[in-house]
């Protein structure tokens, strides 16, 4: 069982940038972001492949949000700049134990809020 534990959530204006960092406590391949906004859908917002040499965005990310790991020491990072209102949401980070196959574990979750 691998457990994932996020940081870096918080206040910010609008326009601002935030980084999110999520620490596994073990192996991991593929790992990903994704948000839930009050009222809303869990969504994806971006994913890492194992190597790191692989990345995906959501198009709400595209050109503002920039995924990376460092497996050496169990870390996904997930830079957000030009943030809008509407990223505000708690944000997740999941990993999969498995190189095919969904997504197995689940951090708690970081809030991030961005004011107008």
């Known amino acids: 069982q691998v457990q994932l534990v996020e940081s870096g959530g918080g206040l910010v204006q609008a326009g601002g940038s935030l980084r999110l960092s999520c620490t596994a406590s073990g192996r991991t391949f593929t790992m990903g972001w994704f948000r839930q906004a009050p009222g809303k859908e869990r969504e994806f917002v971006a994913r890492?492949?194992?190597?790191?040499?692989?990345?995906a965005y959501a198009d709400s990310a595209k050109g503002r949000f920039t995924i990376s790991r460092d497996n050496a020491k169990n870390m996904v990072y997930l830079q957000m700049n030009s943030l809008k209102p509407e990223d505000t949401a708690v944000y997740y980070c999941?990993?999969?134990?498995?190189?095919?196959?969904?997504?197995?574990?689940w951090g708690q979750g970081t809030q991030v809020t961005v004011s107008s």
């Open positions: 890492v492949s194992w190597t790191g040499s692989s990345t």
């Open positions: 999941a990993a999969k134990g498995v190189i095919t196959g969904p997504y197995d574990y």
